[in-house]
DNA sequence: AAGTTGACTATTT
DNA sequence: AAAATAGCCAACT
């Protein structure tokens, strides 16, 4: 697979990523792009959800922008109003600005724990 | 093929 | 702290 995935196969990582944020946690567009192999690609993100179709059971709503907020339109059905409500649901909790503080939430994939490919050092 | 658009970001007023 | 600016990337006209 070649150095930038674009197109179906970039939409296809993006899944892949946004599928791994876990509950209560939430992630930035950019870091999305980033962890895609896409970095910089910070609207395709956007412009990926966007799209999305309705039942996909992908966490759509653990992504939010750069400031911690949501980026989604409220004009949208259901909109930002339904992240949030999706997002306090899980634990996520909004500072009285509407801002998420994420220097506590921000979804940090390299501090997870990596229950699985424990290469030869265990054994 | 050039110009526009967007669920972005970082920088500068 | 909020708003305007200027880059950004890939899709769409």
Known sequence: VSGRPAGAELDRRVADVV?????????????????????????HVGRFLS?????????WHRV??????ISEPPSRSGGGRRQ??????????????GRIVLADQLWRPELEVRAVAPPRACR
């Open 19 to 43: 599928r791994a944020i876990p509950r209560g946690r939430v992630a930035t567009y950019g870091q999305v792009a980033a962890l895609a192999g896409a970095a910089g690609a910070a609207r």
């Open 51 to 59: 799209h999305l179709p309705g039942g996909t059971g992908l966490p």
């Open 64 to 69: 939010v922008n750069a400031a911690g907020r």
């Open 84 to 97: 949030r409500r999706l997002l306090e649901a899980e634990g996520v909790r909004f500072a009285p600005s």
